[in-house]
């Protein structure tokens, strides 16, 4: 299996078990009660974390490491928390989460720095290696909670 068959067949895992982990038996997630306009900003971000996780995996794919490290730290790592801060409390998402669920969250944003980290220096094996951390935080917080 080539390397790219191998990131898209990853990329393909990660889809089936984020959007059919849950579906497949009674829904047993936490219910995070949210603002409609906090739960409309979650999913936005969602959606947007969704699309730059492909564009790294892409990048990944055609062996441009350290691009693929620059948008992990620019959309997903620390550099991308609190784009929120300026909203009203009732559009704020992480307003409204449980604990847990803004600390997986945060363990997200630092494991996608920590991928950005290991992907500056062009180095595809250390990149991948660090990519199952980014995305474990990802999984764990889809198949915790919901807010609908």
């Known amino acids: 299996m080539t390397f790219q068959r191998s990131i898209t067949a990853l990329a393909c895992a990660l889809a089936c078990a984020l ?15 949210m603002p409609a ?3 409309e900003n979650l999913r936005q971000e969602m959606v947007d974390n969704l699309a730059a996780l492909h564009e790294i995996v892409s990048l990944m794919g055609v062996g441009r490491v350290k ?4 948008v992990a730290e620019k959309r997903l790592g620390l550099s991308a928390m609190g784009k929120n801060r300026d909203m009203p409390l009732d559009a704020r998402p992480g307003a409204h989460m449980p604990p847990g669920m803004r600390e997986l969250g945060t363990n997200g944003h630092k494991a996608a720095s ?19 951390d980014m995305l474990s935080s990802c999984a764990a917080c889809h198949l915790s909670y919901r807010t609908r």
Not at 19 to 33: H, K, L, P
Not at 67 to 70: I, K, L, R
Request: glycine share 12%.
């Open 67 to 70: 691009d693929a490290g620059e």
């Open 19 to 33: 959007a059919g982990g849950a579906a497949a038996a009674q829904d047993t997630r936490q219910f995070v009660e």
């Open 37 to 39: 306009a906090a739960r």
């Open 114 to 132: 920590a991928f950005a980290a290991a992907a500056a220096g062009g180095d595809a094996t250390k990149a991948l290696a660090a990519m199952p």
